[in-house]
């Protein structure tokens, strides 16, 4: 085990130092929507960085949570939401699925409307981002210097065989899919063609990349749900440099999570550079934003 992941037995939870929290794993929509009563509130959003201690957000619309916009729609609401506050940045929403005309969206997203970075579906129709036509997608995004958010997405059959699982279907189904998308990309040798391409996954695939064992540079994982294990396992596995806090916002909702952050990240021995680079540091890097 790394010496920086011992535990640490003389770290104080009752004393945490404060960090500097950016969230890259929060959603917005343009309407209302089952999962969460408040994705559509700005004003929600706005709130819970106060509420909730924590310095910025990533903001993002999954093409699930679309309801009838447009990409160039969603993505003009995105641009939106953030420039009205400087603690918000947008990732594009696009079809990395669609070919050239998805690689076209997103250039003008992030030439035209500032967004920082990409948020592309694991899979879709049965396609992985190995499809011949996501390439130009990503190809667009190691261009760009921008960082893909590769999100988990619903199968419904992949759940139905699951569904003698309960209610952990649906997570299973999501993190298989987002651990098969980084295979796919692996085994085809994505990270080498698109040279500079940065990918995030969210930690629903930590399963999937502890079987695979060595994962290279370019794959990162965020640290939704914040269980301990499980964080624990991501930083063995990536090494602090490639963690990033995650919340999945509204969807999930977490409180005090400065405190309970530092304090597991202190309970593994991290030190304070160490500490802030998860928090919001890699975030930060990832995203070409300074510190607030």
């Not at 950016?22 to 929507?33: K, L, M, P, Q």
């Not at 997570?171 to 990918?199: C, K, P, Q, Y």
Request: glycine share 10%.
């Amino acid at each position: 085990m790394p010496d920086c992941l011992k535990h640490n037995p003389r770290a104080r939870p009752g004393e945490p130092l404060p960090l500097d929290i950016f969230d890259f794993h929060t959603h917005v929509a343009g309407r209302a929507h089952p999962i969460s009563t408040v994705l559509a509130d700005e004003g929600a959003l706005k709130a819970s960085l106060d509420a909730q201690g924590i310095g910025g957000r990533a903001i993002s619309t999954p093409p699930e949570f679309l309801g009838g916009e447009t990409a160039a729609q969603a993505n003009e609401r995105i641009a939106r939401i953030a420039a009205s506050d400087a603690r918000l940045v947008g990732l594009a929403t696009v079809d990395a699925y669609a070919g050239e005309a998805s690689a076209r969206e997103l250039e003008r997203a992030v030439r035209e409307l500032g967004l920082k970075g990409v948020l592309i579906e694991s899979a879709k129709d049965g396609m992985l981002p190995n499809a011949p036509e996501a390439q130009p997608t990503f190809a667009a995004a190691a261009a760009l210097g921008i960082p893909v958010f590769l999100h988990p997405v619903p199968d419904p059959a992949l759940k139905a065989r699951f569904a003698q699982c309960g209610r952990m279907s649906e997570r299973l189904t999501r993190g298989a899919i987002n651990s098969a998308a980084v295979f796919a990309m692996l085994e085809s040798s994505m990270l080498d063609r698109h040279a500079g391409l940065n990918v995030v996954v969210t930690a629903l695939a930590l399963g999937g990349l502890l079987l695979g064992g060595r994962v290279p540079a370019g794959i990162y994982i965020d640290t939704t749900g914040h269980h301990p294990v499980a964080l624990r396992a991501c930083l063995e596995l990536l090494g602090p440099g490639r963690v990033v806090a995650g919340t999945d916002w509204p969807v999930v909702q977490e409180t005090e999570l400065p405190q309970r952050l530092d304090r597991l990240l202190r309970s593994f021995g991290l030190d304070a550079q160490d500490r802030q680079r998860v928090a919001g540091g890699n975030a930060r890097v990832l995203l070409g934003i300074p510190r607030a």
